[in-house]
Structures are given as structure tokens and as C-alpha cells.
């Protein structure tokens, strides 16, 4: 593995960006090592700046579920391009993407575009602050809405403790308004409700997890939180950015049968394009402007190159419907990973949905933030740089989620476990 060019733009970075990075989890802080500035992608493959080529299994955090760089795709988006690159006026193609996500989500009758995930919960959280005409959020400890103010709050020191700002430049007046929850208990958001009960705008959570690492609400929970928000007259938003298309064409909700109010999506119905949506019922979605007085905006929302790309990329996944190779294709890498580190003795849990997994370093079920904090991040660490040399790129950070894409063959997966098998953990 040759690091020179890669030392050295992490040098330069570092003079003229915070930290040498525009998201800090790509400093590899928490994994410590030095970051990898990419050059190209294509299929399966990163290649850096130094030349080395990596098996990738973080696919730019999820989006890149038919590979980098797909023929189709970028076929459409050249042609986009040649169009003009942003208008700040409408054009059919929102239209077209907004009908695709309209048919795939049977809880979505109306859709906004934005232009990123973090915009997409900012919109769905005003909105159904100005539909209900309440303040107060109910999110789950440890799950992540993007870099919203009220979004950033961290767990408090008891069942009803409201949040606390978890960042300097969070006002302590956005973060009380957000109620902390424990994920997957259902008795600890009823004593929630019992005490806010007329004053919780809605519930937000991510139905899978993916960024304390992959963690699955139970479906007896999602279905219970259905029920405590009818009951309360509050909203049930789904944080869908990871999951939307990636777990099934119509998301978590298709699979488990429970519907959301309002629904945040990203990541995949950008094609790997900066994009973002919320969407949900006509009735709410009506509340936004210039229809309702809510107020929403962006000269980017619906930039045509990047729904374009989204087009094609799920025109792809509704004609390819690759959803149950890929689950069954994930299934068997992890079964061989744990093979693998129970040969070496190493303690691990691994969650998976779909094409996501966590290889969380502990010996205990993961179910929640505290239950993933029982993990060896110094292991984690260790694993992720010793792969890292072997050519396997991994999320850098143990509480993020491993994806497959329809371009890893047996050859890639089997490469992988053969590197897994000759590192010493």
C-alpha cells in the first residue's frame, strides 16, 4: 500500500480545509489512521491517489448500490449536462422522480425535493411543527438526522431527561424541544407520551439504524409507535435517507407493513447526486409553501442533473428488482466473516438488513445506543486498518454500515474473506 500522495494531500488539506475534510468522519479519527484521498471509482473498486485499489464496502455511505460510475446512469447524466447544469425554474424531470417515489412508498402521496438528507429532516420537522402546531421532537438516542441543530442533542442522564446540545453553536433553547428516547423500548416512549402527551409534534426515527451501526427496530415497536401516534394525534416521520431503496424498492415500510407520516429519503434517489426528499401524506404535504404557510426553500431543490441520475437509478432498481439476490448474497459474506473471526477467537455481533451490516467488536446483541457501545472500538480499529492494507476499504468508524452493491460479484466477497483470514486481530 503506497501512502506518499496521500500524505501529502492530507497535508495540503489541512492548510486551507477544517481538519483536512468536508465530513469528519472521513479523517479516520476514530479507526486512527490517516485518511486516503480518492482519485477514481468504477464497479466495486476506489483507487486513490497513490495508485492503490480497494474493494469498497462503504459505496459513499450507501448510495452506490449499482457501482461506481454506472454506464447507465452516466449515460443520462451527460446528456443532462449538455442541457445546462441548474435552472432555479421547474422542469418534468422533478415531476417524474417525484411520481417514482410516489408509486414506490404507498404512504407517500406528495414529495418535496431538497438537496440532501440533513435538508430532507429539516423540512419534515418544521413541518410537522406547523401542522400540528407543537414544539417538541421524540428522537432516539444514538440515531443520527443529519447536522439540524435540534437534531444534535445528546443522550440525557435519565428515562425523561430532555436534550442537551451535543455540539458548541447549538442554542440550548433548539435542543430542549427535543425529547430523547431509548431505541427499540416502547414502555420508555409511553412514559414519554404520558408526560408531553399535547406537546409532541412527532416521532422520528430511523426503522434500521445505520449510523450507530446497523440496528433494526423491531417491527412490534415501529407498529406500537403507529398506534402512540394516532392515539396523541402526533406525526411518525421515517428517517428512510439510508434505507430508502436500498432495504427494498419501497423502503423499510414495504417490508414490515407499517406506514410514517412523513418520510425523509436521500442517498440512493440521487444516484449518487447531491439530493434529498420528504414526503407523505397530501394532506400535510399541502401545509408547505407556496400552497400552505410553511415554509420551504432551495435554488438547488431539484437540481436537474442530480434527478436525472435519480431517475435512472431507480428505473434500474425497478426493472433489475435486485433486492432479495443482494439480501441473500450479504447474508452469506457475513455468515463466512463470522466464521472467520470465531476461528481467530474474536468476540462480534453482526446485524444485517438487506445489503447493510455491522460487524460490531462485542459478544452482547446489539438493540440500542447502549448495547453498541459495548463494542471494541480499539478491535474495530485494528480490523479496519489491517483490511485497509490488504485493499479492503471499510467504514471508518465501527458505529457506520457496510454495503453491497449488485457489482460484488463471489470473487470480490471471496478476495475479502481471504484477506480477513490472513490479518492478525
Known amino acids: 500500500m503506497r501512502t506518499q500522495k496521500n500524505a501529502r494531500s492530507f497535508s495540503n488539506a489541512c492548510k486551507v480545509i477544517p481538519g483536512g475534510v468536508n465530513s469528519p468522519v472521513r479523517a479516520f479519527k476514530s479507526v486512527g489512521a490517516a485518511p486516503i484521498f480518492i482519485d477514481r471509482a468504477k464497479g466495486v473498486y476506489l483507487y486513490d491517489v497513490d495508485g492503490n485499489r480497494y474493494i469498497d464496502y462503504c459505496l459513499s455511505w450507501g448510495p452506490m448500490i449499482l457501482g461506481h460510475a454506472n454506464n447507465v446512469i452516466l449515460a443520462d447524466v451527460k446528456k443532462a449536462i449538455s442541457r445546462g447544469s441548474s435552472y432555479g425554474i421547474p422542469t418534468t424531470v422533478e415531476t417524474d422522480l417525484a411520481k ?18 440533513t435538508e430532507a429532516v429539516m423540512t419534515a420537522v418544521r413541518l410537522a411543527r406547523g401542522t400540528t402546531g407543537r414544539d417538541k421532537i421524540i428522537k432516539f438516542i444514538g440515531g443520527y438526522h443529519g447536522h439540524v441543530d435540534h437534531m444534535l442533542v445528546s443522550a440525557g442522564s435519565g428515562a425523561l431527561t430532555l436534550g442537551a446540545p451535543s455540539s458548541p453553536g447549538v442554542p440550548k ?27 409532541i409534534a412527532a416521532v ?48 423499510v415500510q414495504k417490508k414490515i407493513g407499517v406506514k410514517a407520516d412523513l418520510t425523509c429519503l436521500g442517498k440512493i434517489i440521487g444516484g449518487g447526486f447531491p439530493i434529498g426528499a420528504v414526503g407523505g401524506k397530501a394532506s400535510i404535504m399541502n401545509n408547505l409553501s407556496p ?31 435486485p433486492y432479495a439476490a443482494l439480501e441473500r448474497r450479504t447474508k452469506k459474506f457475513c455468515k463466512q466473516i463470522s466464521e472467520v473471526l470465531d476461528e481467530k477467537g474474536v468476540a462480534h455481533t453482526i446485524n444485517q438488513v438487506g445489503s ?9 446483541d446489539v438493540t ?7 463494542s471494541n472500538t480499539k478491535m474495530y480499529a485494528k480490523y479496519f486498518q489491517q483490511m485497509l492494507k490488504a485493499d479492503i476499504y471499510l467504514p471508518p468508524s465501527q458505529f457506520e454500515a457496510n454495503f453491497l452493491s449488485t457489482k460484488h460479484t ?11 483470514r490472513s490479518i492478525k486481530l
Open 100 to 117: 417514482m417515489i410516489v408509486d414506490a412508498i404507498e404512504s407517500v402521496q406528495k414529495v418535496r425535493l431538497v438537496s440532501s438528507g
Open 173 to 199: 433553547d433548539f435542543a430542549k424541544h427535543t425529547i430523547l428516547a431509548n431505541y427499540n423500548d416502547i414502555d420508555n416512549v409511553k412514559k414519554l407520551f404520558e408526560k408531553y402527551s399535547d406537546q
Open 204 to 251: 422520528i426515527i430511523e426503522p434500521v439504524a445505520g449510523n450507530m451501526g446497523v440496528i433494526p427496530a423491531k417491527k412490534s415497536f415501529l407498529k406500537s409507535l403507529r398506534t402512540l401516534c394516532n392515539k396523541n394525534k402526533s406525526l411518525l416521520i421515517f428517517d428512510e435517507v439510508i434505507t430508502g431503496f436500498r432495504v427494498d424498492y419501497g423502503g
Open 291 to 321: 400552497q400552505g404557510s410553511v415554509y420551504q426553500a432551495g435554488t438547488l431543490s431539484g437540481n436537474p442533473v442530480c434527478v436525472t441520475a435519480g431517475i435512472a437509478t431507480l428505473r434500474a432498481l425497478r426493472s433489475q428488482k
Open 356 to 364: 447493510m451490516f455491522t460487524v460490531f467488536f462485542t459478544d452482547s
Open 368 to 374: 440500542d445506543f447502549d448495547s453498541a457501545f459495548t
Open 410 to 420: 463471489d470473487a470480490h466477497l471471496k478476495k475479502t474473506i481471504e484477506a480477513l
